[in-house]
């Protein structure tokens, strides 16, 4: 991954969600709060739109940072410091480190996608 792409698309996406949350709280906080005024707004088209490209940021700015997190402390070196067979495996866990969290990401986007288009 190249380091100038990934770091501007980690801003961006945490500006797009800063935009988001105050879009949220503006139209939350500036109408009747009933269940039929939240329903409405929440089902709007234009409120689901903005919510899936919200969560697929979400997952895209965790992302990022878990892959940082991964190249940063699961290596030889790191691992090695910490104990030295635990340096022969460093590729190993990073690789099921990058696994579980590529999954659990897969798996809370598709979960919230069907929650909201549902």
């Known amino acids: 991954m190249k380091g100038s792409i990934i770091w501007n698309l980690q801003r961006y996406s945490s500006i797009y969600l800063l935009g988001y ?22 089902l709007s088209f234009q409120t ?12 895209t700015h965790a992302f990022i940072g878990l892959w940082t997190v991964g190249t940063d402390y699961l290596t030889y070196r790191t691992l090695g410091f910490l104990n030295k ?13 990058y696994f579980l969290f590529v999954l659990l990401g897969a798996m809370y986007l598709a979960l919230v996608l069907y929650i909201i288009w549902l």
């Open 21 to 42: 949350l105050i879009y949220i709280f503006i139209n939350v906080y500036s109408s009747n709060l009933n269940f039929f005024s939240w329903s409405e707004f929440f």
């Open 48 to 59: 689901r739109i903005l919510s899936s490209i919200a969560f697929i940021l979400v997952i």
């Open 85 to 97: 067979s635990l340096s022969k495996y460093a590729d190993i866990y990073r690789k099921i480190y």
